[in-house]
């Protein structure tokens, strides 16, 4: 057995990590179309479940806060983190979407150009700054004391406190876009990747405004964002399977491909990796990328798998939320 299921939670509608924010001993969900609920990350167990009032445009956790935009609601909340009540609430544009937390500033607006992109003091809700008109951006990334946005051939990083431009950076290709979903993955203190034009991943240094190619796949790439896991980064391909590419030299180390699409989302396992196929089957790489083992988890539609760290990780599925542990199979699969 590769993965041992600590919990499982019906969500009563098709489970995905956009809408999934995890702490140390907390999973804060949403689930029944209009309930957002924290449960205990040690046993799955319900620590307050209260209503958004719809469909979830961002989520995110920042100490003793959940920030959340709730769809077709116009607005941010900020909920105790400890017992779901409101603290405090904005108004925002219709359609409003990503929220990001920098420090003691919230951010929030700038999905598919509906809105604006607009700040807000974490701690009372103080509105801060916004911008004149609507902006269109990817998933805001912190960086630093910073934030770094992207839209079509640019990248940029603000001041979160009061919007400043502090550096502009010029792409070769447009920007991939995810919607809802992370887009820059961080790969080290100076370094991030991002997703560009049909086949390319661009590496970005945020901090001097330097952008350069990283790697160009031989075929479209999937519509995910690269995973960075075990020191390795991993690109989707467009067949649903995995390409593993050195961080430095951008060169492949190897492929993987089951012969059935792979769900988002790649765990350490010790030396080795875990992914999951959509139909619900674990995969466990060596270090070198080859399919050691594999066995069924009983998931329907798996959407994604989420590295906690420390050999455990969220599996979100067409209906569930799982916790569960990596468990290192014993036998190889016959060649």
Known sequence: MIGKTLWERPLHQH??????AVTADRVVVHERATRLVCLDRRDGSVRWDVPVGGDLRGIA???DRCL???????RLSCLSLATGAEVWRAPLRSYAGHVVVSGRTVVAGGWRDYSPVAAFDLPDGRPLWSTPRRVETLRPLPWGDALLLGSGREAWLIDPRDGRELTRLRLPEPVTKLDLSPAFTRIDAERCLVRCGPRSVVC????SGRAARFYDHDADLGYRAPA????VVWLGTGDAGYVAVDPDAGSVRWSANAGRPFAPGVVCDGEG????GQGGVLFRLGPDGRILDRSWSSARRVAGLLDLGAGEMVMATKGTLRLMRTEVGRQPVPS
């Open 204 to 207: 970005l240094w945020p901090a």
């Open 228 to 231: 960075c896991a075990g020191g």
């Open 15 to 20: 489970g995905s990590l956009k809408t999934v």
């Open 68 to 74: 959340v935009v709730p769809y077709p609601a116009a």
């Open 61 to 63: 956790v920042a100490g």
């Open 273 to 276: 990796f875990v992914l999951a």
